[in-house]
T-cell receptor, first 111, second 114 residues
Framework: QQQVKQSPQSLIVQKGGISIINCAYENTAFDYFPWYQQFPGKGPALLIAIRPDVSEKKEGRFTISFNKSAKQFSLHIMDSQPGDSATYFCAATNAGNMLTFGGGTRLMVKP | KAGVTQTPRYLIKTRGQQVTLSCSPISGHRSVSWYQQTPGQGLQFLFEYFSETQRNKGNFPGRFSGRQFSNSRSEMNVSTLELGDSALYLC?????????????FGPGTRLTVT
């Protein structure tokens, strides 16, 4: 199975709060897990990525948590800001640049 | 460094026609991948090119094809357009192929088929 399941589909968070988006996968051969942020009318922008030999990776306000045994990974956005309002996609691959994407999460951060 | 550029940005075609979309990768990037984005199916991988060779292909009909030139620029072609081909077509470039490299997306070409 090549699916990546993402939840929730939409998320509303207050400014300053923590946004959490979850993804689950089935293919244990996946070896690279990036997250992308997409604003309306733009292409997806790479936010942060992790490989399965690491359980957590942090870049600024963005953190990926990775649970290999559960085949799950999540994106945490700390101190969420209205400018973070966008659609977020998780993805995975075991075949180089052939990404399998989750369905996306539309995040709205309320001021 | 300039990002991934795609042309044209918007396109309107009629059923049965064919269309060619163009992508120029980030300078120094040799791998180009194409994705289709629709509200119903989300982001789906079409194909990847590296060194003018198709490396991977997604689950799309043969009407979808592509190629890569020696300067790494890539084109994708859709023949005999169907209404369901209306989508945002995204190109992504990365340094190389063979392992998972960071991919950077262009702004996309919005194709509308009427």
């Amino acid at each position: 199975q090549q699916q990546v399941k993402q939840s929730p589909q939409s998320l509303i968070v207050q400014k300053g709060g923590i946004s959490i988006i979850n993804c689950a996968y089935e293919n244990t051969a996946f070896d690279y897990f990036p997250w992308y942020q997409q604003f309306p009318g733009k292409g997806p922008a790479l936010l942060i990525a992790i490989r399965p030999d690491v359980s957590e990776k942090k870049e600024g306000r963005f953190t990926i948590s990775f649970n290999k045994s559960a085949k799950q990974f999540s994106l945490h956005i700390m101190d969420s800001q209205p400018g973070d309002s966008a659609t977020y996609f998780c993805a995975a691959t075991n075949a180089g640049n052939m990404l399998t994407f989750g369905g996306g999460t539309r995040l709205m951060v309320k001021p | 460094k300039a990002g991934v550029t795609q042309t044209p940005r918007y396109l309107i075609k009629t059923r049965g026609q064919q269309v060619t979309l163009s992508c120029s990768p980030i300078s120094g990037h040799r791998s180009v991948s194409w994705y289709q984005q629709t509200p119903g199916q989300g982001l789906q991988f079409l194909f990847e090119y590296f060194s003018e060779t198709q490396r991977n292909k997604g689950n799309f009909p043969g009407r979808f094809s592509g190629r890569q030139f020696s300067n790494s620029r890539s084109e994708m072609n859709v023949s005999t357009l169907e209404l369901g081909d209306s989508a945002l077509y995204l190109c992504a470039s990365s340094l190389a192929a063979g392992t998972s490299y960071e991919q950077y997306f262009g702004p996309g070409t919005r194709l509308t088929v009427t």
